[in-house]
């Protein structure tokens, strides 16, 4: 049966366009005032150190006005072009349904040229509302180029290494900019020196790291209201400080607006100043953060915050810190400072110290949803997620990721201790992201946006070149820090690239081992073994065919409950899924057998709900399908041959809407059932008591009921009959433990990646049964060792 969309419905929206653009906008506004906490913090705080990095060494003979001039030059363009024009205005258009960062881009070449290596996809799938790009699905490109990758596999798997290596550079950044960020604020305690020692400054600089840490837990939201006010107050007072500075000092800072000063900076400065882009780059660190954290906010909201209110700021802060340069050449490693004047530099001081420490936050968001997102890849060991927005969606947080970034953080902190060398560090992982965008970008628009390679080409030349050249200034400062970055990424590579390469194993082993269904129908209806009374949820990863953990279960016991569905609860190259189109029922065998195929997809945004209603879901969706059988001449075809293929979309509604099984509803607690049974009194009385005392205990409890309907056949009706009752007797959920192992004569690189490794994350990650929120008590684990 072709699926159904559910978001037909969505269009009503547009019948009252004033007022709901008007709640949109100022909903945009808050999220805005809140993206300033959050994403910006990093950046509206590199004019703490960039002239000082910039000067500072391979430029001491070149301080002068017109290398001054030069450097305000180069930072304007750098913050007009990569910033505010790829960024803001290019690649934010790219935003996957409102999810950002590299993933997002390679989940959209996903769909558009058949890149994905994720191994169950289904045909399916590609009906997903969420698999459009934007009001209308965008015709599919037939280029040479798309045709090129699609053919060869090896290219495909090269992409998703670059791809998992920018997201490992992002993580990475998750580590090294919080310590760059409070080291630089605690370095302002410099004008106390005599009475701070450095131990004491050094333990300083670790409570305030596990405290920057600890606030995670509050979520983005709250986090975002506690330091929006700080950046905002932050931006405003450099900003004014900037203003006056170019007044006061040198108002003719305003001709080095003009790109003709780059030239005659690299003319003075020559190979020296191209080492100095190190230091330039800084001003822009952070902006990657903008398309990152896209999901815990709008791509609306995030370009008004930056438009209007943080490049201002930071073009008039830099400007004036130029112009006080220009006559104040001995101040270049302390510029900054300096430049405040007297009568307001301790407030200055305090709030700077505070905005600082706020930089961090932006690139820990953007790390927990870059982890998100390669999880539901498959690149990412299985890790809890948890939602700190019941309004915004992406707004998540991870807390293993949080405490493991935290030990990392203080580490480096307490190892190197000193702001340059954590810099160069920090400056390399970002232009490496940014290039990588760049090139994904590029493929966007052929294989996306379907637009001429030529437009491609123009693109990836003007932002390709002009992050190259920062990127090999970042790759020349490697021995003075930058090796960090490298060996974060590296670790975290090895770490996706054994996850998912064990996991894609163990996934073929599956698929090649799978029961074929002729062995299914040769055993009859009763499998050969006694049905007992229950619904039994086989789950596993194969999108079609019975697992091999069914055939070691019917071989070893000798009963199995009368009604079985196959659930794979997969994740699809989307960011969402609607629940009208979560659900992909199916049968696995004839009707008499009782045996269901149920594939739940959840995009790379979302985890299952801890709504405890899965269940109670399932069911509908199956009486939904049974019923929906009844009718449909395609889906009660008797061939045998086609049962394992042919499935059905299944609306996901609320337990109380479905038309075809009645609810109704009972709170019961823990000692009902015994209460009931017993003949004692006393017991009852108890009981009475305990449920008094214990109202959290009590738990509500779904019975479904056959409605009355004269004109329903008879074989429908005997079989959602029996799948009541077998609700009604109890659910067990049968999932495979699995012990993956290599082969004896596997080379010694796959045993290492396999015995070690894979068994390794595999043991200390969150279980399966726990990663998909199934009750202990009704699970059987049916052990299989995997020999790939």
């Given at each position: 049966?072709?699926?159904?969309?559910g978001?037909?419905?969505?269009?009503?929206?547009s019948?009252?366009?004033?007022?709901?653009?008007?709640v949109?906008?100022s909903?945009?506004?808050?999220?805005?005032?809140?993206?300033f906490?959050?994403?910006?913090?990093?950046?509206?705080?590199?004019?703490?150190?960039?002239?000082?990095?910039?000067f500072?060494?391979?430029l001491d003979?070149?301080?002068?006005?017109?290398?001054?001039?030069?450097?305000?030059?180069?930072?304007?363009?750098?913050?007009?072009?990569v910033?505010?024009?790829?960024?803001?205005?290019?690649?934010?258009?790219?935003?996957?349904?409102?999810?950002g960062?590299?993933?997002?881009?390679?989940?959209?070449?996903c769909r558009?040229?058949?890149?994905?290596?994720?191994?169950?996809?289904?045909?399916?799938d590609?009906?997903?509302?969420a698999?459009r790009y934007?009001?209308?699905?965008?015709?599919?490109?037939?280029?040479?180029?798309k045709?090129?990758?699609?053919?060869?596999?090896?290219?495909?798997?090269?992409?998703?290494?670059?791809?998992?290596?920018?997201?490992?550079m992002?993580?990475?950044?998750?580590?090294?900019?919080?310590?760059?960020?409070?080291?630089?604020?605690?370095?302002?305690?410099?004008?106390?020196?005599?009475?701070?020692?450095?131990?004491?400054v050094?333990?300083?600089?670790c409570?305030?790291?596990?405290?920057?840490f600890?606030?995670?837990?509050y979520?983005?939201?709250?986090?975002?209201?506690?330091f929006?006010?700080?950046?905002?107050?932050?931006?405003f007072?450099?900003?004014?400080?900037?203003l006056?500075?170019?007044?006061?000092?040198?108002?003719?800072?305003?001709?080095?607006?003009?790109?003709?000063?780059?030239?005659?900076?690299f003319?003075?400065?020559?190979?020296?100043?191209?080492?100095?882009?190190?230091?330039?780059?800084?001003?822009?660190?952070?902006?990657?953060?903008?398309?990152?954290?896209?999901?815990?906010?709008?791509?609306?909201?995030?370009?008004?915050?930056?438009?209007?209110?943080?490049?201002?700021?930071?073009?008039?802060?830099?400007?004036?810190?130029?112009?006080?340069?220009?006559?104040?050449?001995s101040?270049?490693?302390?510029?900054?400072?300096?430049?405040?004047?007297?009568?307001?530099?301790?407030?200055?001081?305090?709030i700077?110290?505070?905005?600082?420490i706020?930089?961090?936050?932006?690139?820990?968001?953007?790390?927990?949803s870059?982890?998100?997102?390669?999880?539901a890849?498959?690149c990412?060991?299985?890790?809890?997620?948890?939602?700190?927005?019941?309004?915004?969606?992406?707004?998540?947080?991870?807390?293993?990721?949080?405490?493991?970034?935290?030990?990392?953080?203080?580490?480096?902190?307490?190892?190197?201790?000193?702001?340059?060398?954590?810099g160069?560090?920090?400056?390399?992982?970002?232009?490496?992201?940014m290039?990588?965008?760049?090139?994904?970008?590029?493929?966007?628009?052929?294989?996306?946006?379907?637009?001429n390679?030529?437009?491609?080409?123009?693109?990836?030349?003007?932002?390709?070149?002009?992050?190259?050249?920062?990127?090999s200034?970042?790759?020349?400062?490697?021995?003075?820090?930058?090796?960090?970055?490298?060996?974060?990424?590296s670790?975290?590579m090895?770490?996706?690239?054994?996850?998912?390469?064990?996991?894609r194993?163990?996934?073929?082993?599956?698929?090649?081992?799978?029961?074929p269904?002729r062995?299914?129908l040769?055993?009859?209806?009763?499998?050969?073994?006694?049905?007992v009374p229950?619904?039994?949820?086989?789950?596993?990863?194969?999108?079609?065919?019975?697992?091999?953990?069914?055939?070691?279960?019917?071989?070893?016991?000798?009963a199995?409950?009368?009604?079985?569905?196959?659930?794979?609860?997969?994740?699809?190259?989307?960011?969402?899924?609607?629940?009208?189109?979560?659900?992909?029922?199916?049968?696995?065998?004839?009707?008499?057998?009782?045996?269901?195929?149920?594939?739940?997809?959840?995009?790379?945004?979302?985890?299952q709900?801890?709504?405890?209603?899965?269940e109670?879901?399932?069911i509908?969706s199956?009486?939904?399908?049974?019923q929906?059988?009844?009718?449909?001449?395609?889906?009660?075809?008797?061939?045998?041959?086609?049962?394992?293929?042919?499935?059905?979309?299944?609306?996901?509604?609320?337990?109380?809407s479905?038309r075809?099984?009645?609810?109704s509803?009972?709170?019961e607690?823990?000692?009902?059932?015994?209460?009931?049974?017993?003949k004692?009194?006393?017991?009852?009385?108890?009981?009475?008591v305990?449920?008094?005392?214990?109202?959290?205990?009590?738990?509500?409890?779904?019975?479904?009921?056959?409605?009355?309907?004269?004109?329903?056949?008879?074989?429908?009706?005997?079989?959602l009959?029996?799948?009541?009752?077998?609700?009604?007797?109890?659910?067990?959920y049968?999932?495979?433990?699995s012990?993956?192992?290599?082969?004896?004569?596997?080379?010694?690189?796959?045993?290492?990646?396999?015995?070690?490794?894979?068994s390794?994350?595999?043991?200390?990650?969150?279980?399966p049964?726990?990663?998909?929120?199934i009750?202990?008590?009704?699970?059987?684990?049916?052990?299989?060792t995997?020999?790939?």
């Amino acid at each position: 049966m072709e699926p159904e969309s559910g978001l037909a419905s969505s269009s009503s929206s547009s019948r009252e366009p004033p007022r709901f653009s008007w709640v949109i906008f100022s909903r945009n506004l808050v999220l805005a005032y809140q993206s300033f906490g959050v994403v910006y913090g990093d950046l509206s705080t590199s004019p703490l150190y960039v002239y000082r990095s910039i000067f500072v060494g391979k430029l001491d003979k070149h301080q002068n006005e017109n290398a001054i001039f030069g450097a305000f030059s180069l930072i304007f363009w750098t913050l007009t072009l990569v910033p505010l024009l790829k960024y803001v205005f290019i690649v934010m258009s790219a935003d996957d349904n409102g999810e950002g960062g590299t993933m997002a881009l390679y989940s959209l070449l996903c769909r558009h040229a058949k890149l994905s290596l994720l191994p169950n996809q289904q045909a399916a799938d590609e009906e997903l509302s969420a698999y459009r790009y934007g009001s209308a699905r965008r015709a599919v490109s037939s280029s040479s180029l798309k045709l090129f990758f699609e053919k060869h596999k090896k290219l495909r798997t090269v992409l998703l290494i670059v791809v998992l290596f920018a997201a490992c550079m992002v993580i990475g950044d998750g580590v090294i900019n919080p310590a760059i960020s409070v080291l630089s604020s605690v370095s302002g305690l410099q004008v106390l020196e005599g009475k701070l020692t450095n131990d004491l400054v050094l333990l300083i600089v670790c409570v305030i790291l596990v405290g920057l840490f600890t606030l995670q837990h509050y979520g983005t939201h709250r986090v975002a209201f506690l330091f929006a006010p700080i950046i905002i107050i932050w931006l405003f007072s450099i900003a004014a400080i900037g203003l006056y500075n170019t007044i006061h000092w040198n108002p003719s800072i305003l001709r080095a607006l003009s790109p003709y000063y780059i030239i005659k900076f690299f003319k003075e400065t020559g190979k020296d100043g191209w080492i100095s882009l190190g230091g330039v780059l800084l001003c822009i660190t952070g902006t990657e953060a903008m398309f990152a954290d896209l999901g815990h906010f709008t791509c609306l909201s995030v370009r008004l915050a930056f438009a209007f209110g943080v490049y201002p700021c930071l073009v008039l802060q830099y400007m004036g810190q130029a112009a006080f340069l220009s006559k104040n050449i001995s101040s270049v490693s302390t510029s900054f400072y300096d430049s405040i004047p007297d009568k307001i530099f301790w407030p200055v001081f305090v709030i700077a110290t505070l905005a600082a420490i706020v930089g961090s936050q932006a690139v820990i968001t953007a790390t927990f949803s870059i982890v998100k997102q390669c999880h539901a890849f498959g690149c990412f060991p299985r890790v809890k997620v948890v939602h700190t927005s019941r309004h915004i969606y992406g707004q998540i947080y991870i807390p293993e990721i949080n405490w493991i970034l935290m030990i990392i953080t203080l580490a480096i902190a307490i190892g190197f201790q000193d702001t340059t060398l954590i810099g160069n560090a920090y400056g390399l992982a970002c232009m490496t992201v940014m290039f990588i965008t760049t090139c994904l970008m590029a493929l966007v628009i052929i294989f996306v946006w379907d637009k001429n390679i030529v437009l491609a080409a123009a693109f990836l030349l003007l932002f390709g070149s002009i992050e190259g050249v920062y990127l090999s200034s970042a790759i020349m400062k490697i021995p003075q820090g930058g090796w960090v970055s490298l060996v974060l990424a590296s670790v975290f590579m090895c770490i996706m690239f054994i996850w998912h390469y064990g996991t894609r194993r163990k996934y073929n082993f599956d698929l090649h081992n799978k029961v074929p269904l002729r062995w299914l129908l040769g055993l009859g209806p009763n499998l050969g073994v006694v049905r007992v009374p229950g619904l039994g949820l086989v789950y596993s990863e194969l999108a079609t065919g019975v697992p091999a953990i069914f055939s070691h279960f019917v071989t070893n016991l000798p009963a199995f409950h009368s009604v079985l569905v196959f659930v794979c609860v997969k994740s699809v190259p989307v960011p969402y899924v609607s629940p009208e189109e979560r659900f992909l029922v199916g049968r696995v065998c004839p009707r008499p057998y009782r045996m269901y195929r149920c594939i739940v997809r959840y995009g790379y945004k979302e985890i299952q709900k801890e709504d405890g209603d899965f269940e109670n879901q399932l069911i509908q969706s199956i009486a939904e399908f049974i019923q929906m059988e009844a009718v449909e001449p395609r889906l009660s075809n008797s061939d045998s041959a086609t049962f394992d293929g042919r499935m059905a979309v299944i609306s996901n509604k609320k337990v109380g809407s479905s038309r075809s099984l009645m609810v109704s509803e009972e709170v019961e607690s823990e000692t009902m059932n015994a209460k009931v049974s017993s003949k004692s009194a006393t017991l009852q009385s108890l009981g009475s008591v305990f449920d008094d005392e214990n109202p959290q205990l009590r738990r509500r409890r779904v019975r479904f009921h056959l409605p009355e309907s004269p004109g329903m056949d008879q074989s429908v009706k005997d079989e959602l009959l029996e799948l009541i009752e077998a609700k009604d007797a109890g659910v067990a959920y049968i999932m495979g433990h699995s012990y993956v192992k290599a082969r004896r004569n596997s080379s010694y690189f796959k045993k290492l990646a396999i015995d070690v490794g894979y068994s390794f994350l595999r043991k200390n990650c969150r279980g399966p049964g726990v990663a998909l929120n199934i009750p202990h008590i009704s699970l059987i684990e049916v052990g299989m060792t995997y020999y790939v």
